[in-house]
């Protein structure tokens, strides 16, 4: 545990980050396993590239993997 105020206040700041982090990924990677369920619908994939892109905005994850997300998404769906 940190000794100086400052650590102290940062820890509980980072814990608090990761925690919305997290639902932001939780969010996107259940957007997939329903697009996995539901392959023939587009609002699926319409919500997914919504989800992603949010995540991209808060640099919770990179452009390059948004991109694959979304091509591997859009494959999925044109089966």
Known sequence: MPIIKSAKKKLKQDKKRQQLNKV???KYKKAIKNLLKNKKRKDTLKSLYSLVDKA?????IKKEKAARLKSRAAK????
């Open 24 to 26: 932001y990924v939780l």
């Open 56 to 60: 991209v905005k808060k640099r919770i």
């Open 76 to 79: 999925l769906l044109n089966k």
